[in-house]
């Protein structure tokens, strides 16, 4: 169960920041969250250190995967700035 982690909670990340604007800020997000899920997937398996890199990657890869689903299927449009 404690393998899933990292990949739903990466998918909940790329659903929750599908909408912002800027691709470099929605970009920074991902990488910032999928540390810190990779962080708290490491803590909660109780796993060495090391995997915390493959925990955020799985995360970032999920996010991004997720992210780009809801785009392509049209579900969610991305937040234009006003003006």
């Known amino acids: 169960m404690h ?11 790329g659903a929750a920041t599908v909408r912002l604007a800027n ?4 970009l ?3 990488i910032v969250a999928a540390v810190a899920i990779g ?3 490491v803590i909660v398996a109780a796993e ?3 995997l915390v890199l493959w925990d955020a990657a799985q995360a970032f890869v ?22």
Do not use: F, K, Q, T
């Open 62 to 83: 999920a996010a991004i995967a997720v992210g780009a689903l809801l785009r392509r299927a049209g579900a969610v449009a991305p937040r234009r700035p006003p003006g």
């Open 28 to 30: 920074l997000v991902r």
């Open 23 to 26: 691709d470099r800020l929605r």
């Open 39 to 41: 962080v708290i997937a």
């Open 3 to 13: 393998e899933l982690l990292p990949i739903v909670l990466g998918a909940v990340l």
């Open 48 to 50: 060495g250190p090391l």
